[in-house]
């Protein structure tokens, strides 16, 4: 009998109440609250399974859940759907928060940990911080030194011209690519960074934006976290450091970039930067960023 098959695996029963054991599907069905009264919590689950599991005992026509079961099961489920999406605007808030704090304070730096430390300028770019060849000059003579903890100075003009004489210590970087090796390098705290080219007008500030640009995408995991936050661009470029602080430039000359002995290295120079940017172009679509 299917009474027999229900309970003879359970040492817990050795007389069962004449409710149970007169149970058959011909029968007039037991109320749920008496067999549920005399049945063990594994005999419960083996009666009554959860919604993704079968019985095999055929007991959907006899048996009926009760409704609080399955309100219960819909209230945990709801709170848990409740739970998981209240997490996810609170990283959002944080993001738009720090992405708030930086629009409404220009003066801190790109990842909003501090302000800018060298005085800036307004120059040919406003989306740009600018400084003065003076400042710079500072900077090169340790007037900053108690403030910054290093400092680079990226000249982007072609190899011809940074050859012809350029600022004491720069590196030159006119490729794409050799950014791209800069951001491989270790960084420090309070680490500056300062580009330029010949007037500072189109090189100079394509490579600052497109160190940015893979400098976020680096780090977009860690918004607003950046290797090089503060980076400045250095007012009216080369040229204008050279007519104020040539004794600072090694050597100390100014090779301009249509100089008349150097066509031929213009154009391949300038095949060559063109080259590597075109497929950037179709990868990248032109999109306003804060910096």
């Known amino acids: 009998m299917l009474s027999r098959r229900l ?41 009554f399974p959860d919604d993704d599991e079968d019985s095999g005992l055929g007991m959907d026509d006899h048996i009926t859940f009760t409704p609080s079961l399955t309100k219960s099961a819909k209230r945990q489920r709801t709170e848990d759907v409740n739970s998981t999406c209240s997490k996810r605007p609170k990283v959002c808030t944080n993001i738009k928060a720090v992405v708030t704090k930086l629009e409404e304070n220009e003066d801190l730096i790109a990842d909003a940990s501090r302000l800018y430390t060298l005085p800036t300028v307004t120059g040919k770019h406003t989306d740009l911080k600018s400084i003065t060849p003076q400042t710079l000059t500072d900077v090169l003579n340790g007037g900053y030194d108690d403030v910054i903890s290093d400092y680079k100075i990226i000249d982007c003009r072609y190899p011809y011209e940074f050859e012809g004489g350029h600022i004491r210590g720069a590196e030159n970087m006119y490729l794409h690519e050799t950014i791209l ?87 391949h120079f300038r095949v060559k930067s063109k080259s590597w940017t075109a497929g950037e172009k179709r990868r990248y679509t032109k999109r306003s960023m804060r910096f």
């Open 7 to 47: 309970f003879d695996t359970c040492d817990d029963f050795d007389v069962m109440p004449a409710s149970i054991s007169s149970l058959s599907f011909d029968s007039t069905p037991v109320k749920s609250d008496d067999l549920m009264s005399v049945m063990t919590p594994n005999i419960k689950r083996s009666l």
């Open 181 to 267: 090796t800069l951001l491989q390098q270790p960084t420090k705290d309070k680490q500056i960074v300062i580009f330029h080219c010949e007037f500072s007008s189109e090189r100079g500030p394509k490579m600052l934006r497109f160190l940015r640009s893979k400098d976020r995408e680096l780090n977009k995991e860690n918004y607003p976290s950046l290797n090089f936050p503060e980076v400045y661009l250095l007012d009216n470029g080369y040229k204008a450091f050279f007519n104020e602080q040539s004794d600072l430039c090694d050597p100390v000359s100014y090779r301009p970039m249509l100089h008349s002995d150097h066509s031929e290295d213009l154009r």
